[in-house]
């Protein structure tokens, strides 16, 4: 049962944008607030950004200016807007509520950064 489900990424030059987005069952959707992460190889997964159920954002520091997270209520969609991105935000990235659940992890997007 499919629950979460990322898309949008691929290969971008650095300075460039991209969109990602993320199909979330209403189950989980309308009674959480929703996150990004992102997990480099070799590395352990790390928070992005949080859109709460209110709308209230919050960001890590390394893409505060650069990243916007938004939720479409009427969708249950959320989204991540990336701008300027660096080769340093190469890496794949997931959804997930916030707090995650570990039973909601799902395949993630690639995004790779690189001219």
């Known amino acids: 049962q499919v629950q979460l489900v990322e898309s949008g990424g691929g290969l971008v030059q650095p300075g460039g944008s991209l969109t990602l987005s993320c199909a979330a069952s209403?189950?989980?959707?309308?009674?959480?607030?929703m996150g990004w992460y992102r997990q480099a190889p070799g590395k352990q997964r790390e928070w992005v950004a949080t859109?709460?159920?209110?709308?209230?954002?919050a960001y890590i520091d390394s893409v505060k200016g650069r990243f916007t997270i938004s939720r479409d209520n009427a969708k249950n969609m959320v989204y991540l807007q990336m701008n300027s991105l660096k080769a340093e935000d190469t890496t794949l990235y997931y959804c997930?509520?916030?707090?995650?659940?570990?039973?909601?992890w799902g395949q993630g997007t690639q995004v790779t950064v690189s001219s």
């Open positions: 997930n509520t916030d707090p995650p659940m570990s039973r909601y």
């Open positions: 209403a189950s989980i959707f309308r009674v959480n607030g």
């Open positions: 859109v709460t159920m209110s709308g209230r954002t």
